[in-house]
């Protein structure tokens, strides 16, 4: 059972930057895929960035390509996404989640999920 923990979220302006934070209780965590999903009110919960166990293969939504990062750090069992250029559109409850095997876009094959953080963007 792994046990992730999102943290990083707030209240920012359009434009502005904010960096997401998911810490694995499972050690080693480079025996998961990661991604990161958003769900804002109203909406089913969407595919934002994945990356590969060995940090060599990373994807992301047509809607943050270019604007937010993934990344992880396996020695400290942490994944994070790096958010600039927010607009308020990307307001939503993030969340972290993990699986076994490659990164998949569906929400449904990840096993594992965070608490999910907020993240507002005023315009």
């Known amino acids: 059972q792994v046990h992730l923990a999102e943290s990083g979220g707030g209240l920012v302006q359009a434009g502005d930057s904010l960096r997401l934070s998911c810490a694995a209780s499972?050690?080693?965590?480079?025996?998961?895929?990661a991604g990161w999903f958003r769900q804002a009110p109203g909406k089913e919960r969407e595919f934002v960035a994945g990356?590969?166990?060995?940090?060599?293969?990373?994807t992301y939504a047509d809607s943050v390509k270019g604007r937010f990062i993934i990344s992880r750090d396996n020695a400290k069992n942490t994944v994070y996404l790096q958010m600039n250029s927010l607009k308020p559109e990307d307001s939503a409850v993030y969340y972290c989640?993990?699986?076994?095997?490659?990164?998949?876009?569906?929400?449904?094959?990840?096993?594992?999920w965070g608490q999910g953080t907020q993240v507002t963007v005023s315009s």
């Open positions: 499972e050690s080693p965590f480079s025996s998961y895929s």
């Open positions: 990356i590969s166990r060995s940090d060599d293969s990373t």
């Open positions: 989640a993990a699986r076994l095997g490659v990164v998949l876009v569906g929400a449904k094959k990840y096993e594992y």
